[in-house]
């Protein structure tokens, strides 16, 4: 649907808070703090769902992701793609995923192709989330351009969120961004 391999990867070097500095806009908040599937949530809200890969590598862990269980430098999977619902791009999403993670059932992880991400780890019983954390994104990062690429006005700050995830205590990090005009921003 949209050419995006060129921007990838995009990245999310953004100043990360802890979610009870989340926005006081109730519907933003709903989304934000929304602890089930954002992929679920989504698919009930469009006619067509689909997921667009912007892309996907093997990289080390940047200072910025780093964290407890997601050491500095370690080598790491990198997923980057775009939830879009009726042929519009709602949510960009990051993942980071450790090779030490990707081993036993979790090794499907790593080939995931256009199927959600979202839907695989919320379907397993043993997933748990531990940190929520969230950030205000300004028209001047990555982020945003890759919104202006897909034709989508950005004319106030984005917002994120990001989680931590757990399977079988092997960690994953997922990063998601309502893009301009997402459900997330509409009263």
């Given amino acids: 649907m949209f050419e995006l391999k060129q921007h990838f990867p995009v990245g999310l070097n953004v100043n990360w808070v802890s979610a009870e500095k989340a926005p006081a806009a109730a519907r933003l908040?709903?989304?934000?703090l929304?602890?089930?599937s954002l992929t679920a949530r989504l698919k009930s809200q469009c006619s067509?769902?689909?997921v667009e890969v912007v892309g996907q590598?093997?990289?080390?862990c940047q200072a910025h992701e780093a964290n407890d269980d997601i050491?500095?430098?370690?080598?790491?999977?990198?997923r980057e793609v775009l939830l879009i619902c009726d042929n519009k791009p709602h949510?960009?999403?990051r993942s980071l995923l450790p090779l030490k993670s990707l081993t036993g059932e979790q090794k499907a992880l790593a080939n995931l192709g256009e199927q959600p991400l979202g839907q695989v780890l919320f379907n397993n019983p043993k997933?748990?989330?531990k940190v929520v954390q969230v950030a205000e994104i300004e028209p001047s990062l990555r982020v945003s351009e890759l919104a202006s690429t897909l034709n989508l006005k950005v004319e106030h700050n984005l917002w994120g969120r990001r989680s931590l995830f757990y399977i079988d205590d092997?960690?994953?990090?997922?990063?998601?961004?309502?893009?301009?005009?997402a459900r997330a921003y509409h009263l």
């Fill in 29 to 32: 908040n709903d989304w934000l």
């Fill in 34 to 36: 929304d602890p089930a």
């Fill in 48 to 50: 067509e769902f689909k």
């Fill in 57 to 60: 590598h093997i990289e080390a």
């Fill in 71 to 78: 050491l500095l430098d370690e080598q790491v999977l990198v």
């Fill in 91 to 93: 949510v960009f999403a």
């Fill in 127 to 129: 997933l748990r989330r």
């Fill in 170 to 181: 092997k960690p994953l990090m997922v990063a998601e961004v309502f893009l301009p005009g």
